[in-house]
Structures are given as structure tokens and as C-alpha cells.
């Protein structure tokens, strides 16, 4: 089965702290592609980053890293020197050979001033 | 570019009234899609359409719901009559092709008293 889990519900740090959030996922496919989205207050889907399956490469982006792992399955998001305004539920997800958009429950982030 | 635009942002009616969404796509972008999304939980397909054509309504209730997209441009999303479980949000996304970066608009927040 298709599944990805977030297993953090809620994850609250101090500014300035380094925070990793987590997702593993599970598919049949061996063509795939995994995603992150970032769900401020105001509600819109914003995306952070696509990785297709055969691209192990971990990726950096300003203050974002993403650590993609096929062995154990894991796609983590890392945060580091977080700000308030990174403060969003953030999403992971999971694009199946049939192009249907599987996701996480989401993890909301909150960053204390 | 513009991005995925959405209107109403907010919209609050009585159960069993009919109501409607719309949703521009970002221009060029042939998949469109609707989705669902609860408070807590991530988004939930509810229709994909290939230009003109829904390829993938399999969890749209059809009794209540229907979807349009005319000219394989803007679509329509209507429910009627709405129900007290409809409360929800609900999000049009676009991408090039159903293989390529899904991207959100802001969303109708659904309120039915």
C-alpha cells in the first residue's frame, strides 16, 4: 500500500533552534517522486521540493535541507537556525505511478520568539 | 507568473443551500484539481481533470458534488445542497501535467451553519 506517515503531530522549539521534521513512506513503485509543502496560517499550499526515486542526492536551500534515504524509506526535513516565520504545518507527500498525490497528516511547527 | 487563483476565499451558508467555487489555473497548466482538506488532516483528491476531461472523480460524491471545466481553462466546483460535513477548505491545484509539480491556490474556507 501507498502510505506516508508523519509521526510528529506537533513539534514546538525556540528561535534560532535547528528542528528536523520527519516522514517515511511506503510504495510499491519504483518510480516515484516525494514532495514537501509548507501550510502557513493563511492557509495556502506553498511548495518546497520535489525529489524523484532515483535521485538520492540530499538538497540544501538557503536555510532548508532535505535528507533523502531509500533504504530506510525516509524523506526528513531539516530547519536549521528556524525563525518564526517558519512557524506552518508542513506537509510531506507521495506521487504514485498512477500521478495520484498521497499525503502525510502534517506536522505543525511552531517557533517561539 | 500568477498563481492558482480561487474565489471566494470565505463563504458561509445555511445547509441545504447549493454553493459554488472557481478556480483560474496558472495559465499553460493542462491538470487541474480539487481537493478537500478537514482542520488537522491533509489534502483529499477530489477530482483531476485532463484539460476538459475529469480522468480521476473516483472520490467525488456525485450524489451533491459536481465539477466543471469548460475550455479546459477555469472550472467550477458546486455542492448541492450543502451538508454540515462539508465544512471544509477547499483547494484547486495546477500542474503542466499530471507527472509535474502540483501548485496551490489559497483556498475557499466553507463554513455550513
Known amino acids: 500500500a501507498q502510505k506516508v506517515t508523519q509521526a510528529q503531530t506537533e513539534i514546538s522549539v525556540v528561535e534560532k533552534e535547528d528542528v528536523t521534521l520527519d516522514c517515511v513512506y511506503e510504495?510499491?513503485?519504483?518510480?516515484?517522486?516525494l514532495f514537501w509543502y509548507k501550510q502557513p496560517p493563511s492557509g495556502e499550499l506553498v511548495f518546497l521540493i520535489r525529489r524523484n526515486s532515483f535521485d538520492e542526492q540530499n538538497e540544501i536551500s538557503g536555510r532548508y535541507s532535505w535528507n533523502f534515504q531509500k533504504s530506510t524509506s525516509s524523506f526528513n526535513f531539516t530547519i536549521t537556525a528556524s525563525q518564526v516565520v517558519d512557524s506552518a504545518v508542513y506537509f510531506c507527500?507521495?506521487?504514485?505511478?498512477?500521478?495520484?498525490?498521497?499525503w502525510g497528516a502534517g506536522t505543525k511547527l511552531i517557533i517561539k520568539p | 507568473e500568477a498563481g492558482v487563483v480561487q474565489s471566494p476565499r470565505y463563504k458561509i451558508i445555511e445547509k441545504k443551500q447549493p454553493v459554488a467555487f472557481w478556480c483560474n489555473p496558472i495559465?499553460?497548466?493542462?491538470?487541474l484539481y480539487w481537493y478537500l482538506q478537514n482542520l488537522g488532516q491533509g489534502p483529499e483528491l477530489l477530482i483531476r481533470y485532463e484539460n476538459e476531461e475529469a480522468v480521476d472523480d473516483s472520490q467525488l460524491p456525485k450524489d451533491r458534488f459536481s465539477a466543471e471545466r469548460l475550455k479546459g481553462v477555469d472550472s467550477t466546483l458546486k455542492i448541492q445542497p450543502a451538508e454540515l460535513g462539508d465544512s471544509a477548505v477547499y483547494l484547486c491545484a495546477s500542474s503542466l501535467s499530471p507527472g509535474r509539480t502540483q501548485y496551490f491556490g489559497p483556498g475557499t474556507r466553507l463554513t455550513v451553519l
Open positions: 507527500a507521495l506521487k504514485d505511478s498512477n500521478y495520484q498525490l498521497i
Open positions: 495559465s499553460g497548466h493542462n491538470t
Open positions: 510504495t510499491r513503485d519504483t518510480t516515484y517522486y
